[in-house]
């Protein structure tokens, strides 16, 4: 049997089949470790159940979620993506999200060689991601929206095993920042590197510190 990739998948159901295999958290690429710096915030009470949603929101609008989604964009259109792969690594401003994105990035590459037996070179995640859907018969937008509804998914998981947060209501959170992400996608897809931009320096500075937290759960 064939597996459907991004060179087989060729009509827009099996694109979108692919798609939520790539995303999903069976998928192994480590993303359940990570919460870019929202442990520390959670633990210092900066982040509780009732701010959670305004932390999302800013971390889509100004944060990892934008800056992400324009290098998936870029990614999916781009011939160099060794080129943007060093741009994406120069945008991490702390040492816990250059190894988030790397290592994820890393395991994508790898499964990715594993299913098509194409190689794959090492990459920062959202460049892994949108070279590996470069050739998907999808609307861009679409697939930048899939990549920041996982990415979000995966926040409120961290939220949910670390606050007084239950699924249904992590759930709600999730569908309540969906039109915010159609939003950002649709601007991301025609983004160029000089919307390449954040100020979620909470965030930053959340990162920085989790470095240094004596016990904690995640690995940044």
């Not at 509780?48 to 609008?61: E, G, I, K, S, V």
């Not at 190894?99 to 790898?110: K, L, P, S």
């Not at 194409?118 to 018969?137: D, I, S």
């Not at 649709?186 to 990162?207: Q, V």
């Amino acid at each position: 049997m064939t597996i459907p990739t991004a060179t087989t998948a060729t009509t827009p159901e099996a694109a979108r089949l692919l798609l939520a295999q790539l995303l999903s958290p069976a998928f192994p690429v480590g993303g359940f470790a990570w919460s870019q710096g929202l442990e520390w915030a959670m633990d210092a009470g900066i982040v509780a159940r009732a701010t959670l949603p305004r932390w999302l929101a800013d971390w889509l609008d100004h944060g990892a979620g934008w800056t992400d989604a324009v290098l998936v964009a870029l990614s999916l259109r781009s011939a160099d993506h060794a080129a943007l792969d060093d741009l994406t690594r120069a945008a991490c401003l702390t040492l816990q999200r250059l190894a988030e994105t790397v290592e994820q990035g890393t395991a994508f590459a790898a499964n990715i060689a594993a299913l098509t037996g194409q190689p794959q070179p090492a990459a920062t995640l959202p460049v892994a991601f949108g070279r590996a859907c470069a050739g998907m018969p999808l609307p861009h937008p679409e697939l930048i929206a899939a990549f920041l509804q996982a990415q979000a998914a995966a926040l409120i998981s961290a939220a949910v095993r670390f606050l007084p947060l239950g699924p249904v209501e992590g759930q709600r959170m999730l569908t309540a920042l969906q039109p915010a992400i159609l939003s950002a996608a649709a601007r991301a897809a025609l983004a160029t590197e000089a919307d390449l931009a954040g100020a979620a320096w909470g965030a930053d500075i959340a990162a920085m510190r989790h470095e240094t937290m004596t016990v904690r759960i995640f690995r940044s």
